[in-house]
């Protein structure tokens, strides 16, 4: 991600942490047991019931920005890191989840769900949606490439500072502007499960 987050090779870690320090975050990338599993296995099969607020803000950063992959990985990675997390929000207010969650859902009925459950505001519910709708567009229609301003359907509630990350991402292209947005999303969806210490 040349140029978004950083200014120089070392400052691509502060400016990061600058950002999560803006919203009320802090954590330590490299120490997280989470992480260190994840480079191993590069998986989702963790329970994000299980994390906390900082093990899951470490994954979506490992998955969005330091993973390479051009924009459709970065959405599909997104896409299920958003699924997981609906699917924890909605297990932990379920008094048998089990029921639900025996056949495959879509993600579409399982961010309907959260939504009937009042667990997300409309902001978020249509970022969501938003994120949705660009993952389909891409998997049945041959040649899409989301446009920036498509993106802009995923900001929620985003802070000064990270409008003018975004903003800089996009001056690098298409592919660092959807890693951050799908970043940032992940971010707020990260709150249905995990609150920040």
Request: hydrophobic content about 40%; overall charge positive.
């Amino acid at each position: 991600m040349r140029g978004i987050l950083r200014g120089g090779h070392g400052k691509r870690l502060n400016k990061r942490k600058h950002i999560r320090q803006q919203a009320g975050w802090t954590s330590s990338l490299r120490s997280s047991p989470v992480l260190r599993a994840l480079y191993r296995h590069r998986g989702f099969s963790l329970n994000f019931n299980d994390q906390s607020f900082n093990d899951l803000d470490n994954l979506a950063v490992q998955r969005l920005i330091f993973e390479d992959g051009d924009e459709l990985t970065s959405i599909l990675k997104g896409h299920l890191f958003i699924e997981k997390a609906l699917e924890a929000a909605i297990a932990t207010k379920l008094p048998n989840p089990k029921v639900f969650f025996k056949k495959r859902r879509t993600f579409e009925l399982k961010l309907d769900l959260a939504n009937a459950m009042d667990l997300l505001d409309h902001n978020l519910f249509s970022a969501i949606k938003a994120a949705n709708n660009i993952r389909n567009n891409y998997s049945h229609n041959d040649g899409y490439s989301v446009a920036l301003s498509e993106l802009n359907s995923l900001k929620y509630n985003w802070s000064s500072l990270q409008k003018e990350a975004f903003n800089g991402a996009c001056q690098n292209g298409t592919g660092e502007a959807v890693k951050i947005s799908m970043l940032f999303l992940c971010w707020a969806v990260i709150n249905l499960v995990a609150e920040p210490i």
